[in-house]
């Protein structure tokens, strides 16, 4: 048994299927393990209060001595969020290229364990070897700079995993997609092709990064004010294209936002941005300078409501505030779940006079993922044995693996699979081979993994309805002392109340005393008929549920 | 003054702008009062557990004896649904049209309030008096059948309201929109225009309803299963079309959802849907055929939890489930806000092996509302002197305020308001004149403005972080009786936080024996510094800030 197992590739995916983010894939092969990404996603709406969400990752804990490393395909957070949590408990390196391994490193100053983490810098186009794996850094093109695909050559075939990706033929910075090598290995055979399905449902091209700065230029030409331009803080070929085009018409780049200033000085450090130092001036300064010379780039382009930008919209930032004429750029889409966010920071930003320019108005973004037509070229090239689809929605990989189909490939080539599912693959098959533990770990403040579903079903509760506590104390022989304590929060406004409040407390006093008389009426039963009856009553008047929380002292007087 | 006041017009908003729904104008001259619509809105992320939205009709309640009448513009939930809360309050005549009020009729039986109303049935054409005003009613064109425009002829001029529309020439039953009306009165000169703004950030036109039925003819034609429309109830031409289809490729049509039931039996006895008595099936006898004989229209475009189309999708509902091939259309795009909701839907129908085509794939949708170049039409026929754009955001108030300019009306003709706000008309002049009381009611089950801000701020606080509710009983010496009950909800799991509630337990009794020491402490003061140092204290701990909850009960003995 054990050594058929050690003939076989396992790959299991622990994050990023069925999904969008907490991207984290396993290759295992005999007494080696690696670990692909390792990243965050964040929290659905019904996971109330949860600040993050990150894989479970018993199986490596369980395998510690097998794991040989954890890869980074880039920067973004989906990739690289969990590595602070999950270091703690898979203390391996850490292989990624060097603006990858920057952002890491900035992360983990954040939660205080840099010195505890070993990052190893590659680059596209090495190939190390981790246990039994030769994994091959392969220069890729996306919404981050310095990101990678990977083949990983194993003893029963190459694996070719895009990760996140999109072709584009002219960056901005540094070499296209490496689509020669790609076509190299597909030529000599690829096993397995793991590929990025976000934007699976659109057809077409994405276009080039490129094309924004052209857009850029023509908004910023017939710009009079202050030029506003909120993005993602990690797209560098953005914020390089944003100077570039400020630079053209003589305008200064002040950096607004915490994360923003420390990726692009990052990014300057390691030579992936160019700024010239007179470009560069601080936010202090953009009173001194007229408004037509000025561009500040912010982070906020999700409306994140603490965010910079949100902040200026709201006029409440303390050094920025819009005056009339002032030309805001969205740089940016909204990721699912932010359009309304966006929206009210755009209407906010209007009514403060400035003028916003959007997607839905302007070519102002492209997005960081392949669309159809570069994934057919991908499977063309690549011609794997098997694909599973991955990172994405159930949808996405289902139309995902309709595409393969259409391309010729047989469907029972293709594995769509769920987050611990294992798939073995020899050199001639694969199949689906039970599964290992997996899920969504949540981490609210310091806490990981200490809310779980109870937690959020009596938020969630609290939610919608609001409580009502009531304390009763008795004496040791069944007789009340004091008339019940009501306590309300979340359910109506209680100095509009004070009717409903006293019907409470009368109908506990009535229920507490009906059952105190009763033999054998447990405080846990007395308090279950409070709690029904109360419900009931409140429920019959209002059409709510407020949660009902009683609670019984006895007193030993 | 009174003098003065009785020569103006007054416009008076008192919902529908800057915000989607809720659709309430007031308008005003001398002793008349109409109001055009009376909508609901949805609620905001942040107004947890509120059901609906409804204006605030003070300004109405205030001068009832005024008010001549409501008038609807067309039967959908921003138009009509707060009709059975505000004429508890304001109990005049409704006027539309017959679908409009045959809509009007279910809903108020829904409330047990149809026989408190007053509904008179108006055609398109023709004009009525009501007060100082003749209201003319245009036939329209939206995304429900029997929809008008308003030409409002007052003693200082005509005001020309689109409500909800667009241009569509080829409609599927009935008149298309008047245009030859909207120009004439154009030309002989209207006051005021105000026009829906919904659509105003989309170039080009909105396509023919009509459209839609060639594209599910194509997708009928090669299905093979049973096939699941979902679209709006009220969306009768749409409905219309999907029978259409399914008797030219010889299914029968299954209704599924309460008001997909309702408004269809409503459409057809009226005249407005046209279903052979043969094609329409129970949806208990569609097991009884071959699936490819059928087709079920069901409610649950949007996503919505608990509709038929989700308990499909999760294979909960008690009648139909999936099956291997099916094929669902969503018929409908996202309404802001319900973009997770439906993405479950989709990746939950896949996973049950149906087949699903939405928006994104296939043009099975058309909006209700006229686009940029439909919009700019309107201009031109109507070439009003002053312009007011409603029914929308900020941000598409201010884009159709710049579309009117970018046509040469000039800037100060040219009025976004605010709900509220009053705009005063004279012959020749129109001015901002103050305010009147506008606002959000908030529906909570039965309550009716009962839940405000503390209510949902507390809601709020619950649902991030939950609550801790600490009891300590004291005599009145101020000797501490019992040892603290601590009671925690929402904030972690109980079980496995035995330690943390112990030290909750005891630094609760240390902070009250500290104060109940001091001179003067009284209770409310104690709680305040339980409060406080619990927070802290928690804060510190776990980084989340449960609400807490201090009770201290004096026993007299």
């Known amino acids: 048994m054990a050594n058929r197992k050690k003939n076989k590739l396992r790959v299991i995916p622990l994050g990023g299927l069925e999904e969008i983010g907490k991207n984290m894939t396993v290759f295992e092969y005999g007494e080696s393990i690696i670990v692909v990404d390792c990243g965050v996603a ?6 109330l209060g949860i600040d993050l969400v990150i894989p479970d990752v018993t199986y490596l804990e369980k395998n510690l001595s097998k794991v040989k490393g954890i890869i980074v395909t880039h920067g973004h957070e989906d990739h690289i969020g969990a590595l602070p949590y999950v270091l703690n408990r898979i203390p391996v390196p850490v292989y990624g290229t060097d603006l990858t391994l920057a952002l890491i490193e900035n992360k983990l100053v954040e939660h205080q364990m840099l010195n505890r ?17 030769k994994v091959e850094f392969i220069r890729s093109t996306h919404s981050i700079a310095d990101s990678v695909a990977l083949a990983i050559h194993t003893p029963v075939g190459v694996v070719l995993h895009t990760s996140d990706f999109k072709i584009d033929h002219t ?44 857009t850029l230029d023509n908004v910023f030409k017939d710009a009079k004010s202050r030029i506003i331009v909120a993005t993602f803080a990690s797209n560098i070929h953005r914020i390089q294209q944003i100077v570039n085009s400020a630079m ?41 300078l007229p408004r037509n010379q000025i561009v500040m780039i912010t982070t906020g382009s999700q409306g ?29 889409s909204p990721i699912p779940g932010n359009e309304k966010y966006i929206s009210r920071v755009i209407n906010d930003l209007f009514k403060q006079g400035a003028n916003v320019i959007y997607e839905a108005l302007v070519e102002v973004h492209v997005s960081g993922h392949a669309r159809q037509e570069e994934l057919k070229l991908i499977h063309r090239l690549v011609r794997p044995k098997f694909f599973m689809p991955v990172h994405g929605e159930y949808r996405h990989l289902k139309q995902h693996a309709n ?24 050199q001639r098959k694969a199949q689906i081979a039970g599964t290992v533990q997996a899920g969504s770990i949540l981490i609210d403040g310091l806490g990981v993994g200490d809310v779980g579903n109870i937690v959020l079903r009596d938020r969630k509760h609290l939610s919608e309805d609001g409580l009502i506590v009531v304390v009763v104390t ?6 009340i002392l004091t008339t019940p304590e009501v306590i309300s929060r979340g359910f109506v406004y209680v100095k509009e109340s004070e009717e409903l409040m006293d019907e409470i407390r009368e109908l506990t006093l009535e229920i507490i005393q009906k059952n105190l008389g009763k033999r054998k009426s447990s405080y846990a039963n007395i308090k279950n008929n409070v709690k029904d009856e109360l419900s009931s009553y409140l429920y019959q008047k209002t059409k709510r549920k407020p949660m009902i929380l009683p609670v019984i002292i006895e007193i030993p007087c």
Do not use: C, W
Not at 42 to 47: A, K, S, T
Not at 305 to 332: F, Q, T
Not at 403 to 411: I, K, Y
């Open 171 to 214: 960056p901005i910075e540094g070499e296209p997609i490496d689509l020669a090598r790609i076509a190299e290995l597909g030529k000599k055979g690829v096993l397995l092709l793991m590929a990025d399905s976000t934007n699976v449902e659109r057809p077409g091209y994405t276009m080039s990064e490129r094309t924004v700065g052209e």
């Open 403 to 426: 595409l393969a189909q259409s391309l010729g490939m047989p469907e029972e080539n293709i594995f769509i699979m769920e987050n611990g599912q294992v798939l073995e693959l020899s």
């Open 42 to 47: 964040f929290p659905e709406d019904e996971m």
């Open 304 to 332: 994140e409501p603490m965010s910079a930008l949100s902040r200026i919209a709201s006029n409440s930032h303390r050094k920025v505030s819009i005056e009339k004429g002032d030309l805001v750029i969205i740089s940016a």
């Open 474 to 479: 008795v004496n040791s022989d069944g007789k």
């Open 248 to 288: 053209k018409f003589n305008r200064k780049v002040a950096l607004n936002g915490r994360s923003m200033i420390n990726v692009v000085k990052t990014a300057m450090k390691l030579g992936y941005l160019n700024i010239p130092p007179d470009v560069l001036i601080d936010i202090d300064r953009i009173q001194k």
């Open 117 to 133: 983490a070993e990052l190893r810098a590659v680059r596209a186009g090495q190939t190390i070897q981790l246990g039994a794996f």
